[in-house]
């Protein structure tokens, strides 16, 4: 499984943060993700009243749909603005807060409280500020993250997870050779790596 050229492949915070401001966003479906309604019983698997965490997730509109069944739904993004857009597109009135333990961490919670959505690095999230998870769903994560990060960002979500969570992974397969990413490829062989 050669990842070609992007095994050395970075994209800073403020790459991501520009995508947003220039409306580059072609990762964001309009709709919910046929995958997420085609296996949400595997990852309710009969429970209800779920916390359900959303790495990296941008204004994905699955948050919504998510905590109108019921579910607590926390995400983190490092930009605002796609937060912001995610509350003013679904019209959600939000509270905004600090973080205290994450410098410069905000946190816009819709006043309903179901949802809380940290404004900050994902790496700068731990269990011990955002609390243990039912279910992940990973639509575009971890083949966002740079591949030098894989390792701490599988052990980050691993330990996010309560014992018998579910987590739902998204990945893209194509020739690396010929796309630089992101989306990154990440071959199977390395996801059972990661998580076991």
């Given at each position: 499984?050669?990842?070609?050229s ?21 990762f964001?479906k ?14 309710l ?5 779920l916390r ?14 998510l905590?109108d ?7 983190v993004?490092?930009s605002?603005q ?7 597109e ?20 819709s ?15 731990s ?5 243990k ?43 690396p050779?010929?796309?630089?990413g ?15």
């Amino acid at each position: 499984s050669d990842i070609g050229s992007q095994k050395e492949r970075v994209v800073t915070e403020e790459e991501w943060l520009q995508k947003w401001e220039m409306g580059n966003i072609g990762f964001h479906k309009e709709q919910g993700h046929p995958l997420l309604q085609k296996y949400l019983d595997v990852l309710l698997n009969g429970r209800s009243g779920l916390r359900i965490f959303f790495p990296l997730c941008g204004k994905a509109v699955e948050m919504k749909w998510l905590a109108d069944m019921g579910h607590n739904v926390v995400g983190v993004e490092v930009s605002e603005q796609a937060l912001k857009e995610f509350f003013s597109e679904h019209s959600l009135p939000y509270c905004e807060e600090p973080v205290p333990e994450i410098s410069g961490g905000k946190m816009f919670q819709s006043t309903s409280g179901n949802i809380s959505l940290y404004c900050c690095s994902i790496y700068d999230l731990s269990s011990s500020i955002v609390g243990k998870f039912d279910g992940v769903w990973d639509r575009g994560a971890l083949v966002a993250v740079n591949p030098c990060d894989r390792q701490r960002y599988a052990s980050l979500m691993i330990n996010l997870m309560e014992k018998n969570s579910s987590y739902l992974l998204v990945t893209v397969s194509y020739d690396p050779n010929k796309h630089k990413g992101p989306p990154f490829y990440v071959p199977e062989s390395e996801i059972k790596s990661l998580f076991g």
